[in-house]
């Protein structure tokens, strides 16, 4: 079975000290630990609430727990303690990155701001995960994916394909979307760091981040000024933008391109409702869309799923059956690519997703599950070069924990 830290992968000898709960700031140290980071995360007595989120095998160690903190070492400290703080500080020391998700006050209070690590450690990229930037009015708001999914646009955007009731996506995409964000801008920090040597202090706050991410397709008109037309990508926001029911079942398919209406329209015979000038062009289809979708239904609705799969497949229109995430459990193609990580541990067999990305010369690996509640914290901290005293003063169990 890997062990946490192992340092296969592209960013092997990174040490990061992780001071994040919940979702976001552990999808991003997930990220470094895949590959290759020494993640240590720092948790105070009670742990990261995560750990008691059903289901799972213990009260301390959730299924989303275990995923999502996968290869990192566990270090129980009480930051409200001089001592603990002091500790994190002299740790500091010998670390590349230094990441957390607590609001500005909050951290500043602890006496861990930026300026306190960069006396300590110059290179250091300190990075603040937050809900909204400290210079803006909300900063002191608390934020969680919900909140920002509605202060994003993200739940609006979603009333155009509920019958105009407000509805919430069913991921955490803010939390997800703001941790992907933290992790390149940390390690764009590091590769400027190997050109200059000097290190610097990033701010990802999960609101500017969705806000930017929706704008992506949504800004539309109002990007220029004056606004030549409405926010809002008229085919994401249609109606008819959705999974087509079959004779059988659903079907997802995008006939997008000038190609790729050509080749659907010779699969099924060319008929006279093709030839009208609304199907012409991208931009008639664009303009049309509802339209352009719903003639779409009506034809999908006429065959099984598999005979649209073949035809659909010959015409290289993409399309896929709509698919369940227990589908996913057993997918032959994740199957083929050994998407599927497995590994035994003291409270059973588990299976998380692997690494998604494929490095040719330095691949990564999804380490051990999620580490009960302090099980490092006797050896990271002897590595710092603490003493056993110095250990036992902090309230270090004798025994840390159980390892997996």
Same mark, same amino acid.
């Given at each position: 079975?890997?062990?946490?830290?192992?340092?296969?992968?592209?960013?092997?000898?990174?040490?990061?000290? @992780?001071?994040? +709960?919940? #979702?976001?700031?552990?999808?991003?140290?997930?990220?470094?630990?895949?590959?290759?980071?020494?993640?240590?995360?720092?948790?105070?007595?009670?742990?990261?609430?995560?750990?008691?989120?059903?289901?799972?095998?213990?009260? @301390?160690?959730?299924?989303?727990?275990?995923?999502?903190?996968?290869?990192?070492?566990?270090?129980?400290?009480?930051?409200?303690?001089?001592?603990?703080?002091?500790?994190?500080?002299?740790?500091? =020391?010998?670390?590349?990155?230094?990441?957390?998700?607590?609001?500005?006050?909050?951290?500043?209070?602890?006496?861990? @701001?930026?300026?306190?690590l960069k006396a300590r450690n110059s290179k250091i990229i300190y990075a603040n995960?937050?809900?909204?930037?400290?210079?803006?009015?909300?900063?002191?708001?608390?934020?969680?994916?919900?909140?920002?999914?509605?202060?994003?646009?993200?739940?609006?955007?979603?009333?155009?394909?509920?019958?105009?009731?407000?509805?919430?996506?069913?991921?955490?995409?803010?939390?997800?979307?703001?941790?992907?964000?933290?992790?390149?801008?940390?390690?764009?920090?590091?590769?400027?760091?190997?050109?200059?040597?000097?290190?610097?202090?990033? =701010?990802?706050?999960?609101?500017?981040?969705?806000?930017?991410?929706?704008?992506? =397709?949504? #800004?539309?008109?109002?990007?220029?000024?004056?606004?030549?037309?409405?926010?809002?990508?008229?085919?994401?926001?249609s109606p008819e933008r959705r999974p087509y029911k079959t004779r059988d079942g659903?079907?997802?398919?995008?006939?997008?391109?000038?190609?790729?209406?050509?080749?659907?329209?010779?699969?099924?015979?060319?008929?006279?409702?093709?030839? @009208?000038?609304?199907?012409?062009? #991208?931009?008639?289809?664009?303009?049309?869309?509802?339209?352009?979708?719903?003639?779409?239904?009506?034809?999908?609705?006429?065959?099984?799923?598999?005979?649209?799969?073949?035809?659909?497949?010959?015409?290289?229109?993409?399309?896929?059956?709509?698919?369940?995430?227990?589908?996913?459990?057993?997918?032959?193609?994740?199957?083929?690519?050994?998407?599927?990580?497995?590994?035994?541990?003291?409270?059973?067999?588990?299976?998380?997703?692997?690494?998604?990305?494929?490095?040719?010369?330095?691949?990564?690996?999804?380490?051990?599950?999620?580490?009960?509640?302090?099980?490092?914290?006797?050896?990271?901290?002897?590595?710092?070069?603490? +003493?056993?005293? =110095?250990?036992?003063?902090?309230?270090?169990?004798?025994?840390?924990?159980?390892?997996?």
């Amino acid at each position: 079975m890997p062990s946490a830290g192992a340092g296969k992968g592209p960013l092997k000898g990174v040490r990061v000290l @992780d001071l994040t +709960s919940v #979702l976001m700031g552990p999808y991003t140290t997930q990220i470094f630990a895949d590959l290759g980071a020494d993640v240590i995360k720092v948790e105070a007595p009670a742990g990261d609430t995560t750990r008691s989120l059903p289901p799972g095998p213990a009260d @301390d160690c959730s299924a989303m727990f275990m995923n999502v903190n996968r290869g990192k070492r566990s270090l129980v400290l009480d930051l409200k303690q001089d001592a603990a703080r002091d500790a994190v500080l002299r740790m500091a =020391e010998g670390a590349d990155v230094f990441i957390h998700s607590m609001r500005a006050m909050a951290i500043a209070r602890l006496g861990l @701001d930026y300026p306190a690590l960069k006396a300590r450690n110059s290179k250091i990229i300190y990075a603040n995960l937050y809900g909204y930037g400290r210079e803006g009015p909300y900063a002191d708001y608390p934020a969680y994916d919900d909140i920002v999914q509605a202060a994003s646009g993200i739940v609006d955007l979603q009333a155009h394909l509920s019958g105009g009731e407000p509805t919430y996506l069913a991921t955490v995409v803010a939390d997800k979307v703001a941790g992907l964000t933290a992790a390149y801008a940390v390690m764009a920090a590091l590769f400027e760091r190997e050109r200059s040597g000097r290190g610097q202090e990033l =701010e990802v706050p999960m609101f500017e981040t969705l806000a930017s991410f929706s704008m992506v =397709e949504h #800004l539309c008109g109002a990007m220029f000024d004056p606004p030549i037309g409405p926010t809002g990508y008229s085919r994401a926001l249609s109606p008819e933008r959705r999974p087509y029911k079959t004779r059988d079942g659903y079907i997802a398919v995008m006939i997008y391109n000038d190609r790729h209406w050509h080749s659907f329209f010779d699969a099924i015979g060319n008929p006279a409702w093709s030839k @009208d000038p609304m199907f012409a062009s #991208l931009r008639s289809r664009t303009q049309n869309i509802t339209k352009v979708l719903g003639q779409l239904a009506e034809v999908i609705a006429q065959r099984t799923t598999q005979e649209w799969m073949a035809l659909f497949t010959k015409a290289q229109c993409p399309a896929m059956p709509v698919r369940s995430i227990d589908d996913l459990l057993d997918d032959p193609h994740l199957d083929s690519v050994g998407f599927w990580h497995k590994c035994e541990t003291p409270d059973g067999s588990v299976r998380m997703p692997g690494v998604p990305v494929r490095f040719s010369e330095t691949p990564g690996e999804a380490g051990r599950p999620g580490p009960r509640l302090g099980a490092d914290s006797r050896e990271v901290l002897a590595e710092a070069g603490f +003493s056993e005293s =110095e250990i036992d003063a902090l309230g270090v169990s004798p025994k840390g924990d159980q390892a997996r």
